[in-house]
C-alpha cells in the first residue's frame, strides 16, 4: 500500500540509487535491438544545473526513456566539458585568493607571493577537477538522467585529447587549416580570443562625437565623422563615403587628414557607409572593427592596431602606427597617449578635439557594446596571428546533406537558419591564449618553420628531415578553442579514431536536442566535423527548443533578480514536477521565443502527481488487482470499455507526440487522461460500483482499474519516472516483471466507439449541469430536479442506465421526462434534449441577473481599455515585448470570461 502522503524526497533518491546500480541505463550493443544514441550536449565541467539544463536535460530524458520502453538499445551518453576560458578563471581566483598568480601576462599581480608555471597550474587544474569537476553530473542525476554513467566522457581525457589532435594534424595536413593575421573578439582581461558565442551585448548609455577631419590642400573645410570610439581613430588609415551621398560624393578620390596625428586617410567611396546614419561618413579602422576589416580589404587599405593585448594604447615602436605620420606630431602623440587605457585615451583625444575646434557636435547615444561573458569587460576587435579551420569548405559536406533532408530540423525553420549561416561561414577561429585546454600541437624552429605532428618527438623527426640535423624546436603556447573538441563528441565519445564496437552500432546518433542559440556554434561544427571524418551526418534529426523565461517572458538573470535555481524547485515540488512542468512548456518554436515558467505551475504539477497517488491509494483500499489472463477485451460495463478506450486514446496520442517532438501535447494529453478522467470521472464512476452487491462488476472493475494504473504509469514514466517506479512498484508489478524502467511501451487497443459516446455524453452532461450552477452562485448542497425535453430514446435510457451517477455527481434529487420547464430555471442544451433546474427556490433570480450584467460591463471596460493601449502606436513602440503580451493575454481571458457570463445570463430562464 502506498504511503498516506506523497514524498518526492523519499522515493527520488532512493529510485534513482537502485536504477544506477541495478544497469537500468546501460547501453548493450550486443543485445541484437535497433541502436537509439543520444550524445548529451556536454555542461561545462565548471557549471551547476540551471533551468537551461534541466529543460535540455529532461526532453533528452524523455526521449530515451520512451525508446528503451519501446524496445530499443537506447544510449544516453554523458559527459563533460573541459570549459577552457571558464575553468581556468575559476582556478586563478582560487589560486589567487591565496596569495599565488600565474606566469601569464597580466595573472602576475601585486601581491602574488609564488607565480606558477604552465605545467605547476595545469596539476592544480586536474586537482580542482577531480574535487569539485563532478557537481553538475551529480545534479543530472538528481533531475532523473538516465545516461549511461559507466561511458561517462571528459573533453580533456585521454582518448578524447588523442581525438582532437589527430584532428587538428589531419585538417593542417589537408590544408584546412592554417595560420592567419585577422580580427577576432578579443578579451582584454582573460587575454584571450573568444567566439562569438562568449560575447554579451549590453545596452549602453554613450556619446556620438561628430569628429572634423581637415581636407588635404583645402584650408578651413573638413568632413565630419561620427564614432562611438575615438580612441581608435589613431588607427584610421581611410574615410569612407557613399559613393552616391550628395554631401559627400565630391569628395571621393581625395585626401583627408587625421587630427592629432597628420596621417594622410584616402577618401573612398563604399556601400557600407549608409548616408542615413550618423554624419554619412565613416572612418575606416580596419584593425579595430569587424566591418571596417572588410572594407580595407576591399580597398587595400594598411590595418594599423593601436591597442595592445591589454586594450592599452600602444603607439612607440608600432611600426605601423608611426609609418606614414610626421615627425613632429608622432613624436608628441606618442608621449601624450602611449600607454594609456583606451577609455582614458578617449577621455584626453576628446578633450584635445574640442580644445582645437574638431568637435562638431556630441550627441547622447545608447548603443550595443559587446562584452566578454567571463572577463566582464567590453571586447575588442582585435588583430592577431590565430589558427583557423576553413570552415566555408567544411561547410558544403553538411549544406548538401541537409539539402538532401539526410538531417531533419525540429522546427524546420531551423533549416533555414542552418542555410543562412552556413553559406555565410567565416574562418573559424580555434585557437585560444589560455593554458587549460589542448594545446595545439605546432612545434617551430629557430627561423619560425612550423611542424604539426601528433607529437613532440614526431615534430622533430620531421624538422630533422627539413634540416638534415636536429634542432631545438618550441611548442606553440596556445590552446584549441572548447567548440573544437565539442566538435567531434558525437564519434569521439564512441571512440574514435578506433574503430570501436559503439561507434559502429550507435553513429549516426538518432537526434541531438539543443537550443537555437547554439546552433552555429555547435550543431554546424559537429556536422562539419562528422561528415569530414566519418563520412556521415553525426545525427538524423535535431530538435531546436526555446528559452526559458520568467512567468512575464524576461529572461533571467541576476541583475533581475528573477532567476529560479531548479535545485529548489526539486526540493520544494520533487523531480517530477518540475520535469512535467518542463516537458508541458516545450512547445516547438521560433528562436527566442519564450517558455515561460512560473514556480506555481511546478506546484500544480506537484498536486498533479498527489491526486495519480491517491487514487492510486483509493484503488489498492478497494483491492485493484490484474487476475492472471484476464482479457480486457472480455470487460461489460460500459463505464470499463470507456475508460480501456480512452487509455487506448491516449497512448497514441502521447506515443505520436514524443516521436514529433511536441512535449507539450504529450504532457497535455496525459495531463487531461490522468487528472480528468482516471482521477476524477473514472474513480467517481466506479465508486458506486465498489459499493454495491455485484460481485462480477466488482471483479471486472478491480481488473480494468489494474489494468488502466498499469498502462497510465508506463505513459508516464518518461516524463515522471520516480512516483511512477513507486507507483508500480507497489501495485506489486515488479515482483512479477521487474522494474518499470525496463518495462515494454502499452499496446493501444481497439476503441468501442459506443461507450466512448455514451460515457463522452454523460460526462458532458454533469460538467454543463455543474457548471451551469456554479456560474449563477447555486449552493453547493443543493439538490434540485432535473427537468428533461424532448429526449430521444437513446438519451432516456442513458439517464436511466446513469441515474445514481448523474444523482451523486450532479447533484440532482430526481429525473422528470417530458414536464413543463419550470419557471426560473437553469437549463442547459446537450445533444437534442434540453435539461431545466428549478432554482428560483435557491438564489434570487433578479439580483443573480443584475450580477451578472454588472460582471459582464466590467469586463467589456476592460477589454475597451486594453483596445485602447494596444491601439496606440507609442504604446507599441515603447512597451516591452512582454508587457504588450500580457495587455494581450489578459484581453483574451476578459474575453473568455465575458463570453461565459452572458451564457449564464442566457441560461436562466423565467
Same mark, same amino acid.
Not at 710 to 730: G, Q
Given at each position: 500500500?502506498?504511503?498516506?502522503?506523497?514524498?518526492?524526497?523519499?522515493?527520488?533518491?532512493?529510485?534513482?540509487?537502485?536504477?544506477?546500480?541495478?544497469?537500468?541505463?546501460?547501453?548493450?550493443?550486443?543485445?541484437?535491438?535497433?541502436?537509439?544514441?543520444?550524445?548529451?550536449?556536454?555542461?561545462?565541467?565548471?557549471?551547476?544545473?540551471?533551468?537551461?539544463?534541466?529543460?535540455?536535460?529532461?526532453?533528452?530524458?524523455?526521449?530515451?526513456?520512451?525508446?528503451?520502453?519501446?524496445?530499443?538499445?537506447?544510449?544516453?551518453?554523458?559527459?563533460?566539458?573541459?570549459?577552457?576560458?571558464?575553468?581556468?578563471?575559476?582556478?586563478?581566483?582560487?589560486?589567487?585568493?591565496?596569495?599565488?598568480?600565474?606566469?601569464?601576462?597580466?595573472?602576475?599581480?601585486?601581491?602574488?607571493?609564488?607565480?606558477?608555471?604552465?605545467?605547476?597550474?595545469?596539476?592544480?587544474?586536474?586537482?580542482?577537477?577531480?574535487?569539485?569537476?563532478?557537481?553538475?553530473?551529480?545534479?543530472?542525476?538528481?533531475?532523473?538522467?538516465?545516461?549511461?554513467?559507466?561511458?561517462?566522457?571528459?573533453?580533456?581525457?585521454?582518448?578524447?585529447?588523442?581525438?582532437?589532435?589527430?584532428?587538428?594534424?589531419?585538417?593542417?595536413?589537408?590544408?584546412?587549416?592554417?595560420?592567419?593575421?585577422?580580427?577576432?573578439?578579443?578579451?582584454?582581461?582573460?587575454?584571450?580570443?573568444?567566439?562569438?558565442?562568449?560575447?554579451?551585448?549590453?545596452?549602453?548609455?554613450?556619446?556620438?562625437?561628430?569628429?572634423?577631419?581637415?581636407?588635404?590642400?583645402?584650408?578651413?573645410?573638413?568632413?565630419?565623422?561620427?564614432?562611438?570610439?575615438?580612441?581608435?581613430?589613431?588607427?584610421?588609415?581611410?574615410?569612407?563615403?557613399?559613393?552616391?551621398?550628395?554631401?559627400?560624393?565630391?569628395?571621393?578620390?581625395?585626401?583627408?587628414?587625421?587630427?592629432?596625428?597628420?596621417?594622410?586617410?584616402?577618401?573612398?567611396?563604399?556601400?557600407?557607409?549608409?548616408?542615413?546614419?550618423?554624419?554619412?561618413?565613416?572612418?575606416?579602422?580596419?584593425?579595430?572593427?569587424?566591418?571596417?576589416?572588410?572594407?580595407?580589404?576591399?580597398?587595400?587599405?594598411?590595418?594599423?592596431?593601436?591597442?595592445?593585448?591589454?586594450?592599452?594604447?600602444?603607439?612607440?615602436?608600432?611600426?605601423?602606427?608611426?609609418?606614414?605620420?610626421?615627425?613632429?606630431?608622432?613624436?608628441?602623440?606618442?608621449?601624450?597617449?602611449?600607454?594609456?587605457?583606451?577609455?582614458?585615451?578617449?577621455?584626453?583625444?576628446?578633450?584635445?578635439? /574640442?580644445?582645437?575646434?574638431?568637435?562638431?557636435?556630441?550627441?547622447?547615444?545608447?548603443?550595443?557594446?559587446?562584452?566578454?561573458?567571463?572577463?566582464?569587460?567590453?571586447?575588442?576587435?582585435?588583430?592577431?596571428?590565430?589558427?583557423?579551420?576553413?570552415?566555408?569548405?567544411?561547410?558544403?559536406?553538411?549544406?548538401?546533406?541537409?539539402?538532401?533532408?539526410?538531417?531533419?530540423?525540429?522546427?524546420?525553420?531551423?533549416?533555414?537558419?542552418?542555410?543562412?549561416?552556413?553559406?555565410?561561414?567565416?574562418?573559424?577561429?580555434?585557437?585560444?591564449?589560455?593554458?587549460?585546454?589542448?594545446?595545439?600541437?605546432?612545434?617551430?624552429?629557430?627561423?619560425?618553420?612550423?611542424?604539426?605532428?601528433?607529437?613532440?618527438?614526431?615534430?622533430?623527426?620531421?624538422?630533422?628531415?627539413?634540416?638534415?640535423?636536429?634542432?631545438?624546436?618550441?611548442?606553440?603556447?596556445?590552446?584549441?578553442?572548447?567548440?573544437?573538441?565539442?566538435?567531434?563528441?558525437?564519434?569521439?565519445?564512441?571512440?574514435?579514431?578506433?574503430?570501436?564496437?559503439?561507434?559502429?552500432?550507435?553513429?549516426?546518433?538518432?537526434?541531438?536536442?539543443?537550443?537555437?542559440?547554439?546552433?552555429?556554434?555547435?550543431?554546424?561544427?559537429?556536422?562539419?566535423?562528422?561528415?569530414?571524418?566519418?563520412?556521415?551526418?553525426?545525427?538524423?534529426?535535431?530538435?531546436?527548443?526555446?528559452?526559458?523565461?520568467?512567468?512575464?517572458?524576461?529572461?533571467?538573470?541576476?541583475?533581475?533578480?528573477?532567476?529560479?535555481?531548479?535545485?529548489?524547485?526539486?526540493?520544494?515540488?520533487?523531480?517530477?514536477?518540475?520535469?512535467?512542468?518542463?516537458?508541458?512548456?516545450?512547445?516547438?518554436?521560433?528562436?527566442?521565443?519564450?517558455?515561460?515558467?512560473?514556480?506555481?505551475?511546478?506546484?500544480?504539477?506537484?498536486?498533479?502527481?498527489?491526486?495519480?497517488?491517491?487514487?492510486?491509494?483509493?484503488?489498492?483500499?478497494?483491492?485493484?488487482?490484474?487476475?492472471?489472463?484476464?482479457?480486457?477485451?472480455?470487460?461489460?460495463?460500459?463505464?470499463?470499455?470507456?475508460?480501456?478506450?480512452?487509455?487506448?486514446?491516449?497512448?497514441?496520442?502521447?506515443?505520436?507526440?514524443?516521436?514529433?517532438?511536441?512535449?507539450?501535447?504529450?504532457?497535455?494529453?496525459?495531463?487531461?487522461?490522468?487528472?480528468?478522467?482516471?482521477?476524477?470521472?473514472?474513480? /467517481?464512476?466506479?465508486?458506486?460500483?465498489?459499493?454495491?452487491?455485484?460481485?462480477?462488476?466488482?471483479?471486472?472493475?478491480?481488473?480494468?482499474?489494474?489494468?488502466?494504473?498499469?498502462?497510465?504509469?508506463?505513459?508516464?514514466?518518461?516524463?515522471?519516472?520516480?512516483?511512477?517506479?513507486?507507483?508500480?512498484?507497489?501495485?506489486?508489478?515488479?515482483?512479477?516483471?521487474?522494474?518499470?524502467?525496463?518495462?515494454?511501451?502499452?499496446?493501444?487497443?481497439?476503441?468501442?466507439?459506443?461507450?466512448?459516446?455514451?460515457?463522452?455524453?454523460?460526462?458532458?452532461?454533469?460538467?454543463?449541469?455543474?457548471?451551469?450552477?456554479?456560474?449563477?452562485?447555486?449552493?453547493?448542497?443543493?439538490?434540485?430536479?432535473?427537468?428533461?425535453?424532448?429526449?430521444?430514446?437513446?438519451?432516456?435510457?442513458?439517464?436511466?442506465?446513469?441515474?445514481?451517477?448523474?444523482?451523486?455527481?450532479?447533484?440532482?434529487?430526481?429525473?422528470?421526462?417530458?414536464?413543463?420547464?419550470?419557471?426560473?430555471?437553469?437549463?442547459?442544451?446537450?445533444?437534442?434534449?434540453?435539461?431545466?433546474?428549478?432554482?428560483?427556490?435557491?438564489?434570487?433570480?433578479?439580483?443573480?441577473?443584475?450580477?451578472?450584467?454588472?460582471?459582464?460591463?466590467?469586463?467589456?471596460?476592460?477589454?475597451?481599455?486594453?483596445?485602447?493601449?494596444?491601439?496606440?502606436?507609442?504604446?507599441?513602440?515603447?512597451?516591452?515585448?512582454?508587457?504588450?503580451?500580457?495587455?494581450?493575454?489578459?484581453?483574451? /481571458?476578459?474575453?473568455?470570461?465575458?463570453?461565459?457570463?452572458?451564457?449564464?445570463?442566457?441560461?436562466?430562464?423565467?
Amino acid at each position: 500500500m502506498l504511503d498516506k502522503t506523497y514524498d518526492p524526497k523519499d522515493i527520488e533518491a532512493r529510485r534513482y540509487a537502485e536504477w544506477e546500480q541495478s544497469g537500468a541505463f546501460d547501453c548493450k550493443p550486443e543485445s541484437g535491438k535497433p541502436p537509439y544514441c543520444i550524445v548529451i550536449p556536454p555542461p561545462n565541467v565548471t557549471g551547476s544545473l540551471h533551468l537551461g539544463h534541466a529543460l535540455d536535460n529532461t526532453l533528452q530524458d524523455v526521449l530515451i526513456r520512451w525508446r528503451r520502453m519501446k524496445g530499443d538499445d537506447a544510449l544516453w551518453q554523458p559527459g563533460t566539458d573541459h570549459a577552457g576560458i571558464a575553468t581556468q578563471m575559476v582556478v586563478t581566483r582560487q589560486l589567487e585568493a591565496k596569495g599565488i598568480g600565474l606566469a601569464l601576462g597580466q595573472a602576475a599581480k601585486e601581491g602574488n607571493q609564488k607565480l606558477l608555471s604552465r605545467d605547476e597550474f595545469l596539476a592544480r587544474v586536474w586537482e580542482w577537477k577531480a574535487e569539485s569537476g563532478g557537481t553538475i553530473t551529480r545534479q543530472l542525476r538528481r533531475l532523473g538522467a538516465s545516461c549511461d554513467w559507466r561511458r561517462e566522457r571528459f573533453t580533456m581525457d585521454e582518448g578524447l585529447s588523442h581525438a582532437v589532435l589527430k584532428v587538428f594534424v589531419d585538417l593542417y595536413k589537408q590544408g584546412l587549416l592554417y595560420k592567419d593575421k585577422r580580427l577576432v573578439n578579443w578579451d582584454p582581461k582573460m587575454l584571450t580570443a573568444i567566439s562569438d558565442l562568449e560575447v554579451e551585448s549590453h545596452e549602453v548609455k554613450g556619446s556620438l562625437w561628430y569628429i572634423r577631419y581637415p581636407i588635404e590642400g583645402d584650408e578651413g573645410r573638413y568632413i565630419v565623422v561620427a564614432t562611438t570610439r575615438p580612441e581608435t581613430m589613431l588607427g584610421d588609415t581611410a574615410i569612407a563615403v557613399h559613393p552616391d551621398d550628395p554631401t559627400w560624393k565630391h569628395l571621393i578620390g581625395r585626401h583627408a587628414v587625421l587630427p592629432v596625428a597628420g596621417r594622410r586617410l584616402p577618401i573612398v567611396a563604399d556601400t557600407y557607409s549608409d548616408p542615413e546614419k550618423g554624419s554619412g561618413a565613416v572612418k575606416i579602422t580596419p584593425a579595430h572593427d569587424f566591418n571596417d576589416f572588410e572594407v580595407g580589404r576591399r580597398h587595400n587599405l594598411r590595418a594599423v592596431s593601436v591597442l595592445d593585448k591589454f586594450a592599452r594604447m600602444l603607439l612607440r615602436d608600432n611600426a605601423d602606427f608611426l609609418e606614414g605620420l610626421p615627425s613632429e606630431a608622432a613624436a608628441g602623440v606618442v608621449q601624450a597617449y602611449h600607454g594609456l587605457d583606451r577609455f582614458e585615451a578617449r577621455k584626453r583625444l576628446v578633450a584635445e578635439l /574640442e580644445a582645437s575646434g574638431l568637435i562638431e557636435k556630441i550627441e547622447p547615444h545608447t548603443h550595443s557594446v559587446p562584452y566578454g561573458d567571463r572577463g566582464g569587460v567590453p571586447i575588442e576587435p582585435f588583430l592577431t596571428e590565430q589558427w583557423y579551420v576553413n570552415a566555408k569548405e567544411l561547410a558544403k559536406a553538411p549544406i548538401e546533406a541537409v539539402r538532401k533532408g539526410d538531417v531533419a530540423f525540429v522546427p524546420a525553420r531551423g533549416k533555414d537558419d542552418f542555410f543562412r549561416w552556413m553559406e555565410d561561414i567565416q574562418p573559424w577561429c580555434v585557437s585560444r591564449q589560455l593554458w587549460w585546454g589542448h594545446q595545439i600541437p605546432a612545434w617551430y624552429d629557430a627561423q619560425g618553420n612550423v611542424f604539426v605532428e601528433l607529437s613532440e618527438a614526431e615534430a622533430k623527426a620531421a624538422a630533422r628531415a627539413r634540416h638534415g640535423r636536429d634542432v631545438p624546436l618550441t611548442r606553440d603556447p596556445d590552446v584549441l578553442d572548447t567548440w573544437f573538441s565539442s566538435a567531434l563528441w558525437p564519434f569521439s565519445t564512441l571512440g574514435w579514431p578506433e574503430q570501436t564496437r559503439e561507434l559502429e552500432h550507435y553513429y549516426p546518433t538518432n537526434v541531438l536536442v539543443t537550443g537555437w542559440d547554439i546552433l552555429f556554434f555547435w550543431v554546424a561544427r559537429m556536422m562539419m566535423m562528422g561528415m569530414h571524418f566519418m563520412k556521415d551526418v553525426p545525427f538524423r534529426t535535431v530538435y531546436l527548443h526555446g528559452l526559458i523565461t520568467d512567468e512575464k517572458g524576461q529572461k533571467m538573470s541576476k541583475s533581475k533578480g528573477n532567476i529560479i535555481d531548479p535545485l529548489d524547485l526539486i526540493d520544494k515540488y520533487g523531480a517530477d514536477a518540475l520535469r512535467f512542468t518542463l516537458a508541458a512548456i516545450a512547445v516547438q518554436g521560433r528562436p527566442g521565443q519564450p517558455m515561460k515558467l512560473a514556480p506555481a505551475r511546478v506546484e500544480g504539477y506537484r498536486n498533479f502527481a498527489t491526486k495519480l497517488w491517491n487514487a492510486t491509494r483509493f484503488s489498492q483500499m478497494n483491492g485493484v488487482a490484474i487476475p492472471a489472463g484476464f482479457d480486457p477485451a472480455t470487460a461489460t460495463l460500459t463505464v470499463n470499455r470507456w475508460i480501456l478506450g480512452e487509455l487506448a486514446r491516449c497512448a497514441a496520442t502521447v506515443d505520436k507526440a514524443i516521436a514529433e517532438f511536441r512535449f507539450n501535447d504529450a504532457a497535455s494529453a496525459l495531463y487531461a487522461f490522468v487528472w480528468g478522467t482516471l482521477c476524477d470521472w473514472y474513480v /467517481e464512476f466506479t465508486k458506486p460500483i465498489f459499493q454495491g452487491a455485484d460481485a462480477m462488476a466488482i471483479a471486472e472493475t478491480r481488473a480494468v482499474t489494474g489494468i488502466v494504473l498499469r498502462d497510465t504509469v508506463k505513459l508516464l514514466h518518461p516524463i515522471m519516472p520516480f512516483i511512477t517506479e513507486e507507483i508500480w512498484d507497489t501495485l506489486g508489478h515488479r515482483a512479477e516483471s521487474g522494474a518499470l524502467i525496463g518495462q515494454p511501451w502499452p499496446g493501444t487497443a481497439a476503441l468501442d466507439e459506443a461507450a466512448g459516446s455514451e460515457m463522452g455524453w454523460l460526462v458532458k452532461l454533469i460538467t454543463d449541469i455543474r457548471s451551469a450552477r456554479s456560474e449563477v452562485n447555486v449552493p453547493a448542497g443543493a439538490r434540485l430536479r432535473l427537468v428533461v425535453r424532448d429526449a430521444d430514446a437513446t438519451t432516456q435510457a442513458r439517464l436511466e442506465a446513469h441515474r445514481s451517477a448523474l444523482q451523486l455527481l450532479a447533484r440532482i434529487n430526481g429525473i422528470e421526462l417530458d414536464g413543463a420547464l419550470p419557471s426560473g430555471s437553469l437549463q442547459v442544451v446537450v445533444g437534442e434534449a434540453t435539461y431545466a433546474l428549478p432554482v428560483g427556490a435557491v438564489i434570487d433570480l433578479a439580483a443573480e441577473r443584475a450580477r451578472l450584467d454588472k460582471e459582464i460591463r466590467k469586463l467589456e471596460g476592460e477589454v475597451s481599455k486594453i483596445d485602447a493601449k494596444l491601439g496606440n502606436a507609442q504604446f507599441l513602440a515603447r512597451a516591452p515585448e512582454e508587457v504588450v503580451e500580457e495587455q494581450r493575454e489578459r484581453r483574451e /481571458e476578459a474575453l473568455s470570461v465575458a463570453a461565459r457570463l452572458r451564457q449564464a445570463t442566457a441560461r436562466l430562464a423565467g
